[in-house]
């Protein structure tokens, strides 16, 4: 009997404050002067961000040729419907010094290398060296996959089969006379592609991996024969390759294409004239599609693109003229309970 | 094992199959055909008594759990779409992939699902080997296990034991043939019931034989009604002896005060009465589980557009493309579908693409909620009753957030707004009141300390010892000092009062002295002389009492206990060694036990001190504490009830003399009859005598001749004095019971013995025709008297009953009592006030109903319109009879009925029975649309309990039945009001909340991935890598819903109980409805949008690629719905913290860990090195804290939320401050709870929660035509 006495009762609920539902609990109020504050601070910080985004995107320079030639005066008009081996070239002129490193883009618009069946048209063991695969490619790739004897198509897919194919070169025109501005391929793409994602088989030469396999049917060359000039740039770490084989996220983008680091053009492109010589290989007409290149420097930030600074100090002012009215609510609202 | 044919195994099936569907079973003794095999044996037909609970076995639990799981429409809607990933024409993702979510939802719920079928595994197999004795003919009784009890067996149960299948008593060692049981594992009823052997099976002279039975026993088939059975055992000579529940044990009851009986196996496992009855736990559909899939159909409407906005612009772009460009890809023939063909495929690819729109997880995360809730209730220390030891049951699992949006209250009266601890107060005999003023001083007191505990449990404990006399009113201050120690012990204390109504409130009775004087004078005056027909009515008033029951009368010192596991071990051990009776130990067992509650009775002076002592040993069970009352009340005044068999019953005169009765027969209670009689053989006249008590109303009329003549005899005068004095009784809110007498000649009792037998024996309609008897001789009854019994308010009733209401809940109370009791018992419990308007509404005939119905409602509008009432208050009360509830109910005069009761603040039904109960609940619920609650104790009160939305039972003095049949089980009336202000505000705001960020939760993600189709070309890309999209559902964003749905805390328990009327917010609008579901559905597609738009107009003509352009929209979409849960969360506790934290944590560090090890993992998508690379990028940063805020700024226009900042006050400036809310109802800040309809009559209500602001106002006008009880209530209103 002792013992029961002392004994809480097995069935009595455990009288803990979580159980009893009374753990110390912080509860946000939102009352003016929390809020009031709140507001113009983040105003306040907002405004600040917007101003060093914009400041830094303004700073940027942009230079754009469109190339596309869909206009009858225009340079590369005639190599527009041309089925042969075409060259055009376009000057341009650059007022004052741009600043490097200059980065060089190629740019499409209305092309949709984000369509889930042509990203899905590739083989990813493929790409990562696997003999296995060349001999037989994921059905993945179809109807990219063997060509129309049966042999095994390498890289296949629609993405490697589409690769953008146009060459560009850039002269610097100095005292009349053309002076090629040095581009860099090395580093366009990313890093981890070249080092971790794409890998060429372990076979030297690389051409014997190719044994039995037979290049896409846009491709002009043979994946081993890419960059004949750098072994290191050819097969399936072809920079130009990863560049493309990376999709872009939305129908209008840019690549980049090359990196002027190079000799005098390190400091960037003095102003002056430039002739830039388009190898115009790939056909936009199936898209409605313009082909444009993009000549730009970065800052912190990236590329040029003003609008996350006007967002910031928009949203930054909004915070702070919906403090104000706050204010002046509040300041009515207390005037009324003195009363 | 011998072998046997297919064709004799299947023959031998459809045999069993035909023997036990038949109407009557035969059955014979297995002792003859012991140690044979199988298919010799006669009862081999019927269930052994192994039970098995299990849905599932080891084999099939896969298919038959996954069968179980796909009625549910969500997981087959899922399940389609996985498997339409698997056509490639049509296929978004890898069809392995597709199957994740889906399994890991059928796998969480097959698992839970296993571990309950597991626990039920684990109990069966516990009670399947209970050991327990079977009769064999080689070795007497050999110890077997429950499951190797088959039908035809003997078994032997022993004290305390429990009976192991439903068996028919053939043998106890009580001499009188009687077996008591306790049926609290059946029906929560503690008191013994006595059972009675077979009579007539065996020869006087020879003992109990097993071997020699050879008689075969016919009885009914199986069924789960616990209070019928039939049966009856023809012996070989085709004499039948007819047997019924009375002779029955049923599986899970335990013997008590027996030795040992033995029993003959009828039924066993599953087709045992208590198997038969119990049926888990209720499945109800709750009313925002309704909503939710009315919701659900809207997001699959949403979906549908979705798609077919997919498929159209797919279409759409197409058509515009002028050749065919390189990115567009064949099939693998290197051939172009047509555009139109293309789009249907993208139609279904969307659907595939957008499935998540329809929640997956929140059926489950639903499921989860409640459990986490229900815990919480069960755990809540302010619904634990340490009387009782009882916490709150939840037996209905999934509609816990009903109880957050009741409208109407259906209450039971005795035992729900009273404690059922029925109090002697008062009795009128031979038409003369004898008030019992000493009795009243005494309740009083008791009454006082009610306002704290410690105080009533001493005076509870204190007037045992002290025999309370007038002179003690006081308490001495030695016992104070006690008071620590007692309130310890009160736990244990109450555990240990096993004996039902026997609390001294009730067993103390004292004596009217002028009714002693009386009786003293009447037996002195030869009340006693041999052959007087006419003994005296006083003390034939008081036999009646003592006699006229079914109370069973137990010694203190064989008092059972509880089986507790240790003794049960201990009575093992005691049966192996010995056949010695086990009561020795359970003897033992209690003198050690020092007798917590004594009962023990004021003795009336004459008696002398041995009777006290013998007489204070004394217990009664009783089957209803009315019973118990008058008893108690008897003994008091010296007509001790000492013994009581089958056939006889033993009573003490108060001179000390003790007579046997020999009781002829019993004419049990029954609802219809509303009255009990006993026919007893007086012991010294002989005479046949029948003493009845009941209801006024079915007894008054059954008076004999003299009273229903129209002259002025001596018996008229009485019945009207007895009439006059029932009215006073019931107007004090007494319960009052009529005492007549009758004797029967010696021929009127043989002619109706002989109809009685028929009766009894008769297999078909045997109650109706017992019934029919009983009303046969319960004709032209004496009056001898009355008794008004008490029955106290429960604590807390009034406090919560006025919490309710000003919740704008509608309180009705159904009574079977009598108008005025009702009436009084309203006013006692301020179900109405005294300021009141009541309607009284009793008619005999539909006519005057009709139009009185009419003009009622007719002055109840005047009355609301009425200009002087506007603004003051409505508060009409609608009193109302069972017989005019009839009519009203009749279909043409509903409607307008219920157009009344809405007028009505309160509504009390006098008089009903239980089917009226539940029809009335129904009609309410049908006819309004509202949500319901029942709450009751008793048996009556389970027709309403399973009618209502929600059914409460009350777990108090009758039993279990209501109990088992509600969703809830409380143990106190006042514990409803924070079950329901409380509790259910919190579940319900709660689960609605979650709900809807629910679907916006999935409507934000997914409509991500709809934006991105405009630019994609409508082909179903995902721009997030489709592991992430998993995770984002399963891992990174499930928790926080769950643990917003279980913890959060909008208001909190004090200003809830306090301002009871934000409770109205869930009770019509609420969180949950149309246009909360809309608004956070365009929340989430304002969110959506920003979410999307920002990160595409910032990366806008950038080489972005395709999952780094994911990347920041799927975390800025985490963030904007974490906050947005965090903006929801009202307070936040360490859980909250560390979940939402938690969350984000795990969403990077899972990210971070994928993207570094996936390389080829996942094709086509290829997220290596996403997240690390734009980690390294300040823009990520940018735009995710862009994308946060712009989502989220709509939210934080401040809201002011009077009641969250209510919470931040200290206690005494909140509690000012409701004060002042309530001061100020009617005014602004109430004005947002207010009701367009119904009207609420309480929101205008001058206040009545604190006594100084109550209003003067007595405004019931004379003016007014209604029948208007005008009552001025002089009693104080205590409690």
Same mark, same amino acid.
């Given at each position: 009997?002792?013992?029961?006495?002392?004994?809480?009762?097995?069935?009595?609920?455990?009288?803990?404050?979580?159980?009893?539902?009374?753990?110390?609990?912080?509860?946000?109020?939102?009352?003016?002067?929390?809020?009031?504050?709140?507001?113009?601070?983040?105003?306040?910080?907002?405004?600040?961000?917007?101003?060093?985004?914009?400041?830094?995107? %303004?700073?940027?320079?942009?230079?754009?040729?469109?190339?596309?030639?869909?206009?009858?005066?225009?340079?590369?008009?005639?190599?527009?419907?041309?089925?042969? !081996?075409?060259?055009?070239?376009?000057?341009?002129?650059?007022?004052?010094?741009?600043? *490097?490193?200059?980065?060089?883009?190629?740019?499409?618009?209305?092309?949709?290398?984000?369509?889930?069946?042509?990203?899905?048209?590739?083989?990813?063991?493929?790409?990562?060296?696997?003999?296995?695969?060349?001999?037989?490619?994921?059905?993945?790739?179809?109807? /990219?996959?063997?060509?129309?004897?049966?042999?095994?198509?390498?890289?296949?897919?629609?993405?490697?089969?589409?690769?953008?194919?146009?060459?560009?070169?850039?002269?610097?025109?100095?005292?009349?006379?053309?002076?090629?501005?040095?581009?860099?391929?090395?580093?366009?793409?990313?890093?981890?592609?070249?080092?971790? !994602?794409?890998?060429?088989?372990?076979?030297?030469?690389?051409?014997?991996?190719?044994?039995?396999?037979?290049?896409?049917?846009?491709?002009?060359?043979?994946?081993?024969?890419?960059? =004949?000039?750098?072994?290191?740039?050819?097969?399936?770490?072809?920079?130009?390759?990863?560049?493309?084989?990376?999709?872009?996220?939305?129908?209008?983008?840019?690549?980049?294409?090359?990196?002027?680091?190079?000799?005098?053009?390190?400091?960037?492109?003095?102003?002056?004239?430039?002739?830039?010589?388009?190898?115009?290989?790939?056909?936009?007409?199936?898209?409605?599609?313009?082909?444009?290149?993009?000549?730009?420097?970065?800052?912190?930030?990236?590329?040029?693109?003003?609008?996350?600074?006007?967002?910031?100090?928009?949203?930054?002012?909004?915070?702070?003229?919906?403090?104000?009215?706050?204010?002046?609510?509040?300041?009515?609202?207390?005037?009324?309970?003195?009363? | 094992?011998?072998?046997?044919?297919?064709?004799?195994?299947?023959?031998?099936?459809?045999?069993?199959?035909?023997?036990?569907?038949?109407?009557?079973?035969?059955?014979?003794?297995?002792?003859?055909?012991?140690?044979? #095999?199988?298919?010799?044996?006669?009862?081999?037909?019927?269930?052994?008594?192994?039970?098995? =609970?299990?849905?599932?076995?080891?084999?099939?639990?896969?298919?038959?759990?996954?069968?179980?799981?796909?009625?549910?429409?969500?997981?087959?809607?899922?399940?389609?779409?996985?498997?339409?990933?698997?056509?490639?024409?049509?296929?978004?993702?890898?069809?392995?992939?597709?199957?994740?979510?889906?399994?890991?939802?059928?796998?969480?719920?097959?698992?839970?699902?296993? $571990?309950?079928?597991?626990?039920?595994?684990?109990?069966?197999?516990?009670?399947?080997?209970?050991?327990?004795?079977?009769?064999? %003919?080689?070795?007497?009784?050999? #110890?077997?296990?429950?499951?190797?009890?088959?039908?035809?067996?003997?078994?032997?149960?022993?004290?305390?034991?429990?009976?192991?299948?439903?068996?028919?008593?053939?043998?106890?060692?009580?001499?009188?043939?009687? @077996?008591?049981?306790?049926?609290?594992?059946?029906?929560?009823e503690t008191n013994?019931?006595?059972?009675?052997?077979?009579?007539?099976? $065996?020869?006087?002279?020879?003992?109990?034989?097993?071997?020699?039975?050879?008689?075969?026993?016919?009885?009914?088939?199986?069924?789960?009604?616990?209070?019928?059975?039939?049966?009856?055992?023809?012996?070989?000579?085709?004499?039948?002896?007819?047997?019924?529940?009375?002779?029955?044990?049923?599986?899970? @009851?335990?013997?008590?005060?027996?030795?040992?009986?033995?029993?003959?196996?009828?039924?066993?496992?599953?087709?045992?009465?208590?198997?038969?009855?119990?049926?888990?736990?209720?499945?109800?559909?709750?009313?925002?589980?309704?909503?939710?899939?009315?919701?659900?159909?809207?997001?699959?409407?949403?979906?549908? +557009?979705?798609?077919?906005?997919?498929?159209?612009?797919?279409?759409?772009?197409?058509?515009?493309?002028?050749?065919?460009?390189?990115?567009?890809?064949?099939?693998?023939?290197?051939?172009?579908?047509?555009?139109?063909?293309?789009?249907?495929?993208?139609?279904?690819?969307?659907?595939?693409?957008?499935?998540?729109?329809?929640?997956?997880?929140?059926?489950?995360?639903?499921?989860?909620?409640?459990?986490?809730?229900?815990?919480?209730?069960?755990?809540?220390?302010?619904?634990?009753?340490?009387?009782?030891?009882?916490?709150?049951?939840?037996?209905?699992?999934?509609?816990?957030?009903?109880?957050?949006?009741?409208?109407?209250?259906?209450?039971?009266?005795t035992g729900t707004?009273t404690e059922n601890k029925m109090v002697f107060r008062?009795?009128?005999?031979?038409?003369?009141?004898?008030?019992?003023?000493?009795?009243?001083?005494?309740?009083?007191?008791?009454?006082?300390?009610?306002?704290?505990?410690?105080?009533?449990?001493?005076?509870?404990?204190?007037?045992?010892?002290? %025999?309370?006399?007038?002179?003690?009113?006081?308490?001495?201050?030695?016992?104070?000092?006690?008071?620590?120690?007692?309130?310890?012990?009160?736990?244990?204390?109450?555990?240990?009062?096993?004996v039902a109504f026997s609390s001294?409130l009730e067993t103390?009775?004292?004596?009217?002295?002028?009714?002693?004087?009386?009786?003293?004078?009447?037996?002195?005056?030869?009340?006693?002389?041999?052959?007087?027909?006419?003994?005296?009515?006083?003390?034939?008033?008081?036999?009646?009492?003592?006699?006229?029951n079914t109370v069973?009368?137990?010694?203190?010192?064989?008092?059972?206990?509880?089986?507790?596991?240790?003794?049960?071990?201990?009575?093992?051990?005691?049966?192996?060694?010995?056949?010695?009776?086990?009561?020795?130990?359970?003897?033992?067992?209690?003198?050690?036990?020092?007798?917590?509650?004594?009962?023990?009775?004021?003795?009336?002076?004459?008696?002398?001190?041995?009777?006290?002592?013998?007489?204070?040993?004394?217990?009664y069970e009783a089957e209803s504490p009315d019973e118990a009352a008058l008893v108690y009340a008897?003994?008091?005044?010296?007509?001790?009830?000492?013994?009581?068999?089958?056939?006889?019953?033993?009573?003490?005169?108060?001179?000390?003399?003790?007579?046997?009765? #020999?009781?002829?027969?019993?004419?049990?209670f029954?609802?219809?009859?509303?009255?009990?009689?006993?026919?007893?053989?007086?012991?010294?006249?002989?005479?046949?005598?029948?003493?009845?008590?009941?209801?006024?109303?079915?007894?008054?009329?059954?008076?004999?001749?003299?009273?229903?003549?129209?002259?002025?005899?001596?018996?008229?005068?009485?019945?009207?004095?007895?009439?006059?004095?029932?009215?006073?009784?019931?107007?004090?809110?007494l319960r009052?019971l @009529?005492?007549?007498?009758?004797?029967?000649?010696?021929?009127?009792?043989?002619?109706?013995?002989?109809?009685?037998?028929?009766?009894?024996?008769?297999?078909?309609?045997?109650?109706?025709?017992?019934?029919?008897?009983?009303?046969?001789?319960?004709?032209?009854?004496?009056?001898?008297?009355?008794t008004?019994i008490e029955d106290r308010?429960?604590?807390?009733?009034?406090?919560?009953?006025?919490?309710?209401?000003?919740?704008?809940?509608?309180?009705?109370?159904? =009574?079977?009592?009598?108008?005025?009791?009702?009436?009084?018992?309203?006013?006692?419990?301020?179900?109405?006030?005294?300021?009141?308007?009541?309607?009284?509404?009793?008619?005999?005939?539909?006519? =005057?109903?009709?139009?009185?119905?009419? @003009?009622?409602?007719?002055?109840?509008?005047?009355?609301?319109?009425?200009?002087?009432?506007?603004?003051?208050?409505?508060?009409?009360?609608?009193?109302?009879?069972?017989?005019?509830?009839?009519?009203? &109910?009749?279909?043409?005069?509903?409607?307008?009925?219920?157009?009344?009761?809405?007028?009505?603040?309160?509504?009390?039904?006098?008089?009903?029975?239980?089917?009226?109960?539940?029809?009335?609940?129904?009609?309410?619920?049908?006819?309004?649309?509202?949500?319901?609650?029942?709450?009751?104790d008793g048996?009556?009160?389970?027709?309403?309990?399973?009618?209502?939305?929600?059914?409460?039972?009350?777990?108090g003095q009758e039993g279990?039945?209501?109990?088992?049949?509600?969703?809830?089980?409380?143990?106190?009336?006042?514990?409803?009001?924070?079950?329901?202000?409380?509790? *259910?505000?919190?579940?319900?705001?709660?689960?609605?909340?979650?709900?809807?960020?629910?679907? /916006?939760?999935?409507?934000?993600?997914?409509?991500?991935?709809?934006?991105?189709?405009?630019?994609?070309?409508?082909?179903?890309?995902?721009?997030?890598?489709? $592991?992430?999209?998993?995770?984002?559902?399963?891992?990174?964003?499930?928790?926080?819903?769950?643990?917003?749905?279980?913890?959060?805390?909008?208001?909190?328990?004090?200003?809830?109980?306090?301002?009871?009327?934000?409770?109205?917010?869930?009770?019509?609008?609420?969180?949950?409805?149309?246009?909360?579901?809309?608004?956070?559905?365009?929340?989430?597609?304002?969110?959506?949008?920003?979410?999307?738009?920002?990160?595409?107009?910032?990366?806008?003509?950038?080489?972005?690629?395709?999952?780094?352009?994911?990347?920041?929209?799927?975390?800025?979409?985490?963030?904007?719905?974490?906050?947005?849960?965090?903006?929801?969360?009202?307070?936040? +506790?360490?859980?909250?913290?560390?979940? &939402?934290?938690?969350?984000?944590?795990?969403?990077?560090?899972?990210?971070?860990?994928?993207?570094?090890?996936?390389?080829?993992?996942?094709?086509?998508?290829?997220?290596?090195?996403?997240?690390?690379?734009? &980690?390294?990028?300040?823009?990520?940063?940018?735009?995710?804290?862009?994308?946060?805020?712009?989502?989220?700024?709509?939210?934080?226009?401040?809201?002011?939320?009077?009641?969250?900042?209510?919470?931040? &006050?200290?206690?005494?400036?909140?509690?000012?401050?409701?004060?002042?809310?309530?001061?100020?109802?009617?005014?602004?800040?109430?004005?947002?709870?207010?009701?367009?309809?119904?009207?609420?009559?309480?929101? #205008?209500?001058?206040?009545?929660?604190?006594?100084?602001?109550?209003?003067?106002?007595?405004?019931?006008?004379?003016?007014?035509?209604?029948?208007?009880?005008?009552?001025?209530?002089?009693?104080?209103?205590?409690?």
């Amino acid at each position: 009997m002792v013992k029961e006495e002392q004994e809480e009762s097995p069935n009595r609920p455990d009288n803990t404050a979580f159980t009893q539902q009374r753990l110390p609990a912080w509860q946000p109020i939102l009352s003016a002067s929390i809020v009031i504050p709140m507001f113009v601070l983040i105003g306040a910080a907002f405004i600040g961000v917007g101003v060093a985004l914009f400041i830094a995107s %303004r700073d940027i320079q942009l230079q754009e040729l469109d190339y596309t030639g869909d206009d009858s005066a225009h340079p590369c008009y005639k190599c527009r419907s041309s089925t042969e !081996k075409c060259t055009c070239s376009m000057t341009f002129s650059i007022p004052n010094l741009f600043k *490097g490193p200059v980065f060089f883009y190629y740019g499409l618009t209305n092309y949709f290398q984000n369509q889930r069946k042509y990203g899905a048209s590739k083989d990813d063991n493929q790409l990562y060296g696997d003999l296995d695969y060349f001999k037989d490619p994921s059905s993945s790739c179809d109807p /990219y996959t063997l060509d129309s004897r049966n042999i095994p198509i390498v890289p296949c897919g629609a993405l490697a089969n589409s690769m953008f194919n146009d060459t560009f070169s850039l002269s610097h025109v100095v005292n009349g006379t053309q002076k090629i501005v040095p581009l860099n391929g090395k580093g366009i793409a990313w890093w981890t592609d070249y080092n971790v !994602k794409f890998r060429n088989p372990s076979v030297t030469p690389l051409i014997n991996a190719f044994n039995g396999t037979k290049k896409p049917t846009n491709w002009p060359k043979p994946a081993y024969e890419l960059d =004949t000039t750098d072994v290191y740039n050819n097969g399936f770490i072809n920079q130009d390759f990863l560049v493309w084989m990376r999709r872009a996220a939305l129908p209008d983008f840019r690549k980049l294409y090359r990196r002027i680091t190079h000799d005098d053009y390190v400091n960037g492109l003095p102003a002056g004239n430039y002739t830039l010589t388009i190898e115009y290989n790939y056909p936009v007409y199936s898209f409605n599609g313009r082909k444009k290149v993009v000549l730009s420097n970065v800052s912190w930030m990236g590329g040029k693109n003003d609008f996350l600074g006007i967002a910031y100090i928009v949203v930054g002012s909004m915070c702070v003229v919906m403090s104000i009215v706050m204010l002046i609510v509040y300041a009515k609202f207390k005037f009324a309970e003195d009363d | 094992m011998t072998w046997r044919s297919p064709l004799a195994l299947v023959r031998d099936a459809l045999q069993g199959q035909r023997a036990r569907e038949r109407e009557l079973r035969s059955l014979v003794s297995n002792l003859l055909y012991e140690g044979l #095999e199988k298919a010799k044996q006669p009862n081999r037909f019927f269930l052994s008594n192994a039970i098995k =609970t299990t849905k599932y076995s080891l084999l099939l639990f896969l298919p038959m759990n996954l069968y179980e799981q796909f009625h549910r429409f969500a997981n087959l809607y899922f399940v389609g779409i996985a498997i339409l990933n698997f056509i490639p024409v049509v296929n978004a993702f890898q069809p392995e992939v597709a199957l994740i979510p889906i399994c890991v939802i059928l796998l969480l719920t097959a698992l839970k699902d296993g $571990w309950e079928d597991f626990r039920r595994y684990q109990s069966d197999r516990k009670v399947n080997n209970t050991p327990c004795f079977i009769y064999s %003919r080689y070795k007497q009784y050999v #110890e077997r296990r429950w499951k190797d009890v088959r039908v035809g067996d003997f078994v032997r149960v022993v004290s305390n034991e429990i009976v192991p299948a439903d068996l028919l008593l053939l043998y106890s060692s009580n001499p009188n043939g009687v @077996c008591h049981i306790e049926t609290a594992n059946l029906d929560g009823e503690t008191n013994l019931k006595q059972r009675t052997v077979v009579s007539g099976l $065996w020869a006087a002279n020879l003992g109990f034989e097993p071997e020699s039975f050879n008689s075969v026993v016919v009885c009914e088939r199986p069924n789960n009604n616990l209070n019928h059975f039939k049966c009856f055992v023809e012996k070989p000579d085709k004499d039948k002896v007819g047997a019924s529940i009375e002779s029955l044990l049923l599986r899970g @009851c335990t013997v008590r005060n027996t030795n040992h009986a033995v029993g003959f196996v009828v039924y066993a496992g599953h087709e045992t009465k208590s198997m038969l009855n119990s049926n888990g736990s209720r499945y109800k559909r709750s009313k925002l589980e309704r909503k939710l899939n009315a919701d659900v159909f809207f997001c699959l409407l949403l979906l549908f +557009t979705m798609c077919l906005i997919g498929a159209f612009g797919h279409y759409l772009w197409l058509e515009s493309l002028p050749g065919v460009p390189s990115f567009l890809v064949p099939d693998s023939n290197g051939h172009l579908d047509v555009p139109s063909l293309e789009s249907f495929y993208m139609f279904i690819t969307m659907i595939i693409l957008l499935q998540i729109l329809i929640p997956i997880s929140l059926y489950v995360s639903v499921e989860l909620v409640k459990v986490g809730q229900i815990f919480f209730i069960t755990n809540d220390i302010d619904l634990y009753d340490e009387e009782t030891d009882s916490r709150i049951q939840c037996r209905a699992l999934n509609i816990t957030e009903d109880l957050g949006q009741i409208e109407y209250i259906f209450s039971d009266k005795t035992g729900t707004l009273t404690e059922n601890k029925m109090v002697f107060r008062r009795c009128s005999v031979m038409g003369t009141e004898y008030p019992h003023k000493e009795n009243a001083i005494r309740l009083d007191v008791m009454d006082e300390p009610e306002s704290e505990e410690e105080v009533i449990f001493n005076q509870h404990q204190q007037l045992p010892r002290t %025999r309370w006399s007038l002179e003690s009113e006081g308490i001495s201050p030695a016992d104070t000092q006690q008071h620590g120690r007692r309130r310890k012990s009160k736990v244990a204390a109450n555990a240990h009062s096993d004996v039902a109504f026997s609390s001294p409130l009730e067993t103390e009775v004292i004596p009217d002295q002028k009714l002693l004087q009386q009786i003293s004078r009447a037996e002195s005056s030869g009340g006693r002389r041999d052959g007087n027909r006419n003994f005296d009515p006083h003390l034939d008033f008081f036999l009646a009492l003592a006699i006229c029951n079914t109370v069973v009368v137990s010694m203190e010192n064989a008092h059972r206990q509880r089986v507790t596991g240790a003794f049960f071990q201990r009575n093992k051990w005691n049966r192996t060694r010995s056949e010695d009776p086990v009561i020795d130990s359970a003897k033992t067992e209690n003198e050690a036990d020092t007798n917590e509650l004594q009962t023990c009775s004021l003795h009336p002076p004459s008696q002398n001190g041995s009777t006290i002592a013998e007489a204070e040993e004394l217990c009664y069970e009783a089957e209803s504490p009315d019973e118990a009352a008058l008893v108690y009340a008897a003994r008091a005044y010296g007509f001790i009830l000492l013994a009581r068999t089958p056939d006889s019953v033993t009573v003490r005169l108060p001179s000390g003399e003790d007579l046997v009765f #020999e009781v002829l027969d019993t004419l049990t209670f029954d609802s219809n009859r509303k009255r009990m009689s006993v026919l007893v053989r007086h012991p010294v006249t002989k005479d046949y005598v029948l003493y009845t008590k009941g209801a006024d109303y079915s007894i008054m009329e059954l008076l004999g001749t003299p009273y229903a003549e129209n002259v002025s005899g001596i018996e008229k005068n009485i019945a009207a004095d007895t009439q006059y004095h029932l009215d006073c009784y019931a107007k004090d809110g007494l319960r009052t019971l @009529c005492i007549t007498k009758k004797v029967v000649s010696e021929s009127t009792y043989q002619s109706w013995l002989g109809e009685r037998k028929r009766a009894q024996a008769a297999m078909e309609c045997r109650e109706e025709l017992i019934m029919r008897t009983a009303v046969q001789l319960e004709t032209n009854l004496t009056l001898l008297g009355a008794t008004g019994i008490e029955d106290r308010l429960q604590e807390n009733v009034p406090d919560s009953i006025v919490a309710l209401r000003e919740a704008g809940i509608h309180v009705w109370v159904l =009574t079977g009592d009598k108008p005025e009791t009702a009436v009084n018992i309203g006013y006692a419990c301020r179900l109405l006030e005294e300021e009141d308007l009541v309607i009284n509404m009793s008619c005999k005939n539909k006519v =005057t109903c009709t139009s009185n119905l009419d @003009c009622t409602l007719e002055e109840v509008r005047r009355y609301g319109d009425d200009l002087r009432n506007i603004g003051t208050t409505q508060n009409i009360s609608l009193v109302i009879d069972g017989n005019t509830l009839d009519i009203a &109910m009749s279909p043409d005069l509903q409607q307008r009925f219920i157009e009344l009761t809405k007028h009505c603040r309160s509504v009390l039904c006098c008089r009903v029975t239980p089917l009226q109960k539940s029809a009335v609940v129904k009609l309410v619920r049908d006819k309004l649309k509202v949500m319901t609650l029942a709450v009751g104790d008793g048996a009556n009160d389970v027709n309403m309990i399973q009618a209502a939305d929600i059914g409460i039972g009350i777990s108090g003095q009758e039993g279990m039945q209501a109990v088992m049949a509600s969703d809830f089980a409380i143990s106190r009336f006042k514990h409803l009001k924070k079950l329901i202000l409380v509790h *259910g505000h919190w579940c319900y705001t709660r689960l609605a909340n979650m709900i809807i960020y629910f679907f /916006y939760k999935n409507v934000a993600y997914v409509n991500l991935l709809f934006w991105y189709q405009f630019f994609c070309g409508f082909t179903a890309t995902t721009m997030f890598d489709y $592991w992430q999209m998993i995770f984002f559902n399963l891992f990174f964003t499930s928790t926080p819903p769950i643990m917003f749905g279980i913890f959060d805390k909008d208001v909190s328990v004090e200003v809830l109980q306090g301002v009871p009327e934000l409770y109205r917010t869930g009770q019509r609008k609420g969180e949950y409805n149309f246009l909360t579901f809309w608004i956070s559905i365009l929340d989430a597609f304002y969110q959506s949008l920003v979410c999307f738009f920002i990160p595409y107009l910032a990366y806008q003509d950038s080489d972005v690629d395709l999952f780094t352009f994911g990347m920041p929209l799927n975390t800025a979409a985490l963030f904007a719905i974490l906050l947005h849960l965090a903006i929801e969360i009202k307070s936040w +506790t360490l859980v909250h913290w560390a979940i &939402m934290l938690g969350s984000v944590a795990l969403y990077f560090v899972v990210t971070l860990a994928y993207t570094a090890g996936c390389v080829t993992c996942n094709p086509p998508s290829n997220p290596y090195w996403i997240l690390q690379s734009q &980690m390294a990028d300040p823009i990520f940063y940018l735009i995710v804290t862009l994308c946060t805020v712009v989502a989220l700024l709509p939210r934080y226009s401040p809201p002011l939320c009077i009641c969250r900042q209510l919470d931040r &006050m200290d206690p005494s400036t909140r509690d000012q401050w409701i004060k002042e809310w309530r001061g100020f109802r009617g005014g602004a800040p109430a004005k947002r709870y207010e009701l367009p309809d119904p009207p609420s009559p309480t929101l #205008e209500t001058p206040v009545d929660f604190f006594p100084d602001f109550l209003p003067d106002s007595d405004f019931m006008g004379d003016d007014l035509s209604l029948n208007v009880i005008a009552e001025s209530r002089q009693r104080a209103v205590h409690t």
